[in-house]
């Protein structure tokens, strides 16, 4: 039986079309990335499965990861994430250089999911991370990074909003005021971060294992519905919370301050799924009705540096995904359309026998900076010209005999018809004519 043509289940084939587009993409991050000092960096394609297991929780590690046994006996997997591979590098070189850290990548991710709309199982991930205190800047500073990448597009506040929380804030609410221990409070985040992709009736069922009454139900419910600042701030007076653990008044002050307030609002729902955040928690979502997905998850994380038995080193940073970024420019129409690029010279032969005459001249301007694209088997004069102006050629280059059996190369530049004869031996003088 013949093989399927089709890639492996929830991976994508970039034909050039697809890469013209994923490589804007792609040069928009590297562009916006650099614009604040962020330094590219790039890891290995695999890596030991204990470096998942360690911090990235038990989704990723039971549901999500593509992991084997190498001829070695070690348990290795795809990296599905890049956060421990970032955090892996910075352990090794955080003395030695200059802080706080800021580099970005990315990586091609594969995670073992359904695949749907939005979401497969190989994704290019843009990682943004800071690595140096845990003050609300470096959050902030962040958030501006996802923020400008996103107006660079075209975007504005009708077409994406950030959803922050704080694992902080969380954490004391959980063990202060609902009295959960470590192992409750985990269930909660897991059953909080579904809380929009299940049916309320099944929240309820869920909620009640929690043994939540009287005050502490009603508090529960007071969270869920804090909608405003205003809001979190009268439920943030109410449990008590600690205000040095999280300057939520500065926070916001600086969001405003910063001309960031369009964007970002509190959702109690944002935990996240990965297990190392500490402090912030972001989401990024499409405001489109079509594609309500999250574009970019991130947050702050102060613990991974004790993995690999080295001192607190706090980091913040986000992921942002190729496939929703995608679906995001195209659902708002912020998405140019590229063709392919036009070669400076199509070269080809009249007469038989000057295959590599032609080559030879290609190669000739190629040096000399030119795109240059080649046909080697003889063609008809109309043909070339067809064949040129399908790909947008700049100049077009015919190689003939002369009267005297001599190669001459006949250019015309398609733009202003000007035209021209050279020889093999003015190839110099010949690519003077197409630089113009
Ligand atoms: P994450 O929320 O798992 O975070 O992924 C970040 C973003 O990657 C998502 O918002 C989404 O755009 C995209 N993404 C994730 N999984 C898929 C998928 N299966 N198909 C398509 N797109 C996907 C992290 O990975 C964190 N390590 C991010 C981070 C960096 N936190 C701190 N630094």
């Known amino acids: 039986m013949a093989l399927s043509k089709k890639p492996y289940k929830g991976c994508r084939d970039l034909f050039p079309e697809n890469k013209r587009t994923q490589n804007y993409l792609f040069e928009m991050m590297k562009k916006t990335a650099s614009l604040h000092g962020y330094e590219p960096y790039d890891g290995p394609m695999l890596e030991e499965v204990s ?28 990296r599905p994430e ?4 970032v955090a892996r590098m910075v352990a090794q070189v955080y003395r030695e250089i200059p ?42 500073e962040v958030l501006q990074v996802a923020v400008d990448l996103f107006e660079q597009f075209g975007a504005n506040q009708n077409h994406f909003e950030i959803k922050i929380n704080n694992r902080k804030l969380i954490d004391h609410f959980f063990s202060s005021s609902l009295s959960l221990n470590e192992d409750q409070s985990l269930k909660l985040y897991k059953l909080l971060d579904r809380v929009k992709k299940i049916k309320p009736e099944a929240f309820k069922e869920e909620l009640a294992a929690f043994n939540l009454s009287g005050k502490t139900s009603e508090l529960f419910s007071d969270y869920l519905k804090i909608g405003s600042h205003k809001e979190l701030e009268d439920f943030l007076e109410k449990i008590e919370f600690p205000i040095e653990k999280w300057d939520y008044r500065s926070f916001f002050k600086v969001v405003n301050e910063l001309g960031l307030s369009d964007y970002i609002l509190y959702d109690p729902t944002i935990v996240r799924g990965l297990d190392y955040y500490t402090g912030l928690v972001f989401e990024i979502f499409d405001k489109h009705p079509d594609n309500r997905r999250a ?18 080193l706090p980091g913040v940073g986000f992921g942002l995904g190729d496939v929703t970024l995608k679906d995001f420019l195209e659902v708002h129409k912020l998405l140019p359309s590229f063709t392919q690029q036009a070669p400076s010279v199509f070269i080809a032969s ?10 030879k001249a290609a190669r000739f301007l190629r040096k000399e900076n030119l795109n240059t694209i080649h046909e080697v088997s003889k063609l008809k004069y109309k043909k070339i010209f067809q064949n040129a102006n399908k790909m947008g050629a700049k100049n077009v280059i015919i190689l003939q005999l002369n009267d005297s059996e001599k190669i001459q190369l006949k250019v015309k530049n398609m733009a202003s018809g000007e035209q021209k004869v050279f020889t093999m031996e003015g190839l110099e003088e010949c690519s003077n004519f197409c630089q113009q």
Not at 63 to 70: G, K, R
Not at 102 to 126: A, C, D, V
């Open 82 to 85: 890049m956060t421990p591979t």
């Open 295 to 312: 574009l970019c998850g991130g947050g702050a994380y102060e613990g991974l540096m004790s993995i690999f038995g080295e001192d607190q």
């Open 350 to 359: 009249e007469s038989e026998g000057l295959a590599s005459s032609v080559m």
């Open 99 to 140: 802080k706080p850290i800021r580099w970005y990548s990315i990586p091609n991710l594969m995670r073992y999911e359904r695949p749907q709309k939005g979401r497969l199982r190989e994704h290019w991930q843009f990682n943004v991370d800071i690595f140096g205190d845990n003050s609300i800047y470096m959050e902030l």
């Open 51 to 78: 470096l998942y297991r360690a911090k990235s929780g038990q989704e990723l590690i039971n549901e999500q990861i593509y992991s084997f046994h190498d001829r070695g006996d070690r348990e290795v997997a795809i």
